[in-house]
Structures are given as structure tokens and as C-alpha cells.
């Protein structure tokens, strides 16, 4: 998601210090916003458990924010296709996303911090967020066919006579086509500036052409369709030849062609599957957002237990930095929280290649 980025990192807390406001006063001209990002007590479990949680919360924090730019890019482009106002989409009624994530309020009733492991807290994430990648799998697949089949049933409705289903320009009655047991009905598409040759030569193509059967079906300004009435055990010999002289024999097969009616069941049906799948982007949008914030506290937590150890004493701060100040903010976080450990005057990466801080960084992009 593209948009504005917003920060949550954690400090441990110091005696008589109030880490939030210090921490509002250091960064005010380079950021827009700073709040507190209040984490409950969650349960921690022993510090090997935690290491390995770690490494799992990493992976399910980018599997939840995939979900989440799926959902939005196909909201985007059914709204586009739809000529729908694209609105901003929200978690819940009302409230952006951006409202909820600086407004954050840990959901006791869904993820019981009391009851629950980190690791049961993860699962319900995960669970909920396998889901929806395995609806949005169904209904998309269902929307694409049906995308696809309208799409083949209007592109063989395009183009000339060489090119599209030829079967809405033969009006069987009135082109009195053969089909018997000994014979059959060939079309050919013949360049318009062929027809004199095709008209003189047609009959010798083949000895089982019966004579003086070629009938314009169909003529445009390039080609002209013809129906050859034939011997139908010689029909795929006659075809052969007609390639040979560049006369092209086309395929007529009612039975593969939509009617009216199954075109009108068709665009139903398809619009009914866009529709669906619009409100259910908009719908789980919302929810996969609940999730992913919800994880990033679980992050925020397990990381500032293995960086800043027990028992928890840590403040965690959501700042969202003003465009184009975030290396300057960066390195001034750097700076101000040099105090923790190391020195990170250069950027230092962790063993999976992400910058490395003082404090415990997480980054979340909003729309």
C-alpha cells in the first residue's frame, strides 16, 4: 500500500523519565504526528519459544501485508472498471486506516491477551487472514472465468470474415445448407480480389464437388464468405485444396456458439461476480487491516522482550514522519537513542538484511 508511511518503535522505559514526551519534543519538526501505541500485557512464555515466535511473526507480518495490497489493488481496479468513485477504504465504519493504527485499542473480545499464548494470539491472525487468501482464490477465479468467457465470446464477434465466428452471418434457411448422409456444406472465405478465380476453378478442386453449388453467403470489402456443397466423405480433401489456392475454409459449428439469451445469462452472471467480489474486497480490506495491526503489537512486543529482555518495561510510540524527513528522523532516532547500545552511526543490517536500531522499528505503508 502506497501512501503515507507510519512508524511504531520501542524503547525501554527509564526511571523519572517520560519517554513520550521527550520523545514528542526531539522529533517535532520531522514528524506530523507521534502517539502512544499502547501494547497490553500479553504473555510471554520462556525466551527460546520467543526466538523461534520471532522468526514466524516475520514471515506472517509479510504474508498479512501481501494479503492486504491484493485486496486493495483488486478494490482499485473493479472500482475502475465499474466507474465507481474510489473511495478510501476503511476498517470499520467510518475510520480510516490511518485513524485506527494512531488510535490503536487492543480487541480483548477476539484476541483474549489473558487466556492466550503469543503464539495461539499469532494463529488467530494467521487462520483468519489463510481464509481470506482462499476466498479471494475462489471468487477471483470464478469472476476471471467468467471474465474470459465474455471476453472470447466478444472477441469472436470481431474482425472480418477470415477472423471471427462466422456463424451469426449463415442464416441456415436462407443459405440452404446441406447436410445429409453422403453429402455436406463447406464455407470459404475467398478474397475479393480472388472471386473470379475461385468462381472458375471451385468445381475441379475436387471431382466430388457438386457442380454450380458455390452461394455468396456473405461478401465485405476484403473477402466474401461462399458455401460448396460437397460429396462428405471428400470434404476434408476439397479443404485442402481450397488452402492450397489461398481460399480459406472456415469452421461452422452452431452448437459452440452462445445464443441471445445464454449472452444475456452470461453478462448476469458476471456482473453479479464483480459486484461480489467489489463488496467483499471492501469488506475484508477492513478486517485483514484489524489483523495486521494487531500483529505489528504482537511484533512490537516480542521483539522489545528479546531486545530489552524482562520483565516488560518498554514504551512503544507510533509516529508517522513528514514527507521527506524520514533518513533526517531516522538518523536523529538513532542519535537520541544511542544511550540503548551499539553505535549505529552507520546503517547496520540484522541477520535477515533489515536496518538494524537501537530500538525496535516496525514500519507499516497505509493507502
Known amino acids: 500500500m502506497q501512501g503515507k508511511s507510519v512508524w511504531i518503535i ?23 504526528e507521534v502517539h502512544k501505541f499502547v501494547i497490553p500485557d500479553l504473555r510471554v512464555g520462556n525466551i527460546d519459544s ?4 520471532s522468526d514466524e511473526l516475520r514471515k506472517l507480518d509479510a504474508h498479512v501485508e501481501g494479503t492486504l495490497r491484493k485486496i486493495l489493488a483488486q478494490y ?20 480510516t486506516p490511518l485513524m485506527f493504527i494512531t488510535k490503536f485499542k487492543w480487541d480483548e473480545a477476539r484476541f483474549n491477551s489473558k487466556r492466550k499464548s503469543l503464539t495461539e494470539l499469532a494463529q488467530i491472525v494467521e487462520t483468519a487472514v489463510t481464509k481470506m487468501d482462499n476466498e479471494m482464490r475462489t471468487k477471483t477465479m470464478e469472476y476471471s472465468s467468467l471474465e474470459q468467457k465474455l471476453n472470447q465470446v466478444s472477441l469472436s464477434g470481431q474482425g472480418n470474415l477470415l477472423t471471427r465466428d462466422i456463424t451469426k452471418d449463415i442464416e441456415p434457411k436462407k443459405n440452404r445448407i ?15 480480389n480472388e472471386e ?18 458455390a452461394v455468396v453467403v456473405k461478401a465485405e470489402a476484403d473477402f466474401t464468405l461462399y458455401l460448396v456443397v460437397v460429396m462428405k466423405h471428400a470434404a476434408d480433401d476439397f479443404k485442402n485444396a481450397c488452402r492450397a489456392k489461398r481460399f480459406i ?3 461452422y459449428d452452431p452448437s459452440q456458439t452462445i445464443s441471445d439469451e445464454d449472452l444475456i445469462k452470461l ?12 463488496r467483499w474486497s471492501i469488506t475484508n480490506f477492513g478486517e485483514a487491516f484489524h489483523m495486521w495491526v494487531h500483529l505489528k503489537c504482537i511484533q512490537v512486543f516480542v521483539e522489545s522482550i528479546l531486545r530489552f529482555g524482562l520483565p516488560a518495561n518498554f514504551q512503544a510510540m507510533l509516529l508517522i514522519p ?8 531516522q538518523r536523529l532516532l538513532c542519535q537520541h537513542y544511542s544511550y540503548i547500545g551499539r553505535d549505529f552511526g552507520e546503517d547496520i543490517e540484522d541477520e535477515n538484511g533489515e536496518k538494524f536500531f537501537p530500538y525496535v522499528f516496525s514500519e507499516a505503508q497505509l493507502q
Open 76 to 95: 482499485e481496479e473493479l472500482a475502475e472498471l465499474r466507474q465507481d468513485p474510489k473511495n478510501q477504504l476503511v476498517v470499520t465504519k467510518d475510520v
Open 267 to 278: 453478462k448476469s452472471s458476471h456482473d453479479k461476480a464483480q459486484r461480489n467480489l467489489l
Open 322 to 329: 513528514r514527507k521527506n524527513h524520514e533518513s533526517k528522523l
Open 50 to 53: 520467543l526466538i523461534t515466535l
Open 249 to 251: 475454409a472456415r469452421k
Open 196 to 213: 473470379k478465380e475461385w468462381l472458375s476453378s471451385y468445381a475441379s478442386l475436387n471431382e466430388f464437388v457438386v457442380p454450380e453449388s
Open 10 to 32: 520501542s524503547v525501554p522505559l527509564q526511571q523519572g523519565k517520560d519517554i513520550f514526551a521527550e520523545q514528542q519534543r526531539v522529533t517535532k519538526d520531522d514528524t506530523e
Open 178 to 192: 446441406v447436410e445429409s448422409k453422403y453429402l455436406t456444406t463447406v464455407f470459404v472465405v475467398i478474397p475479393t
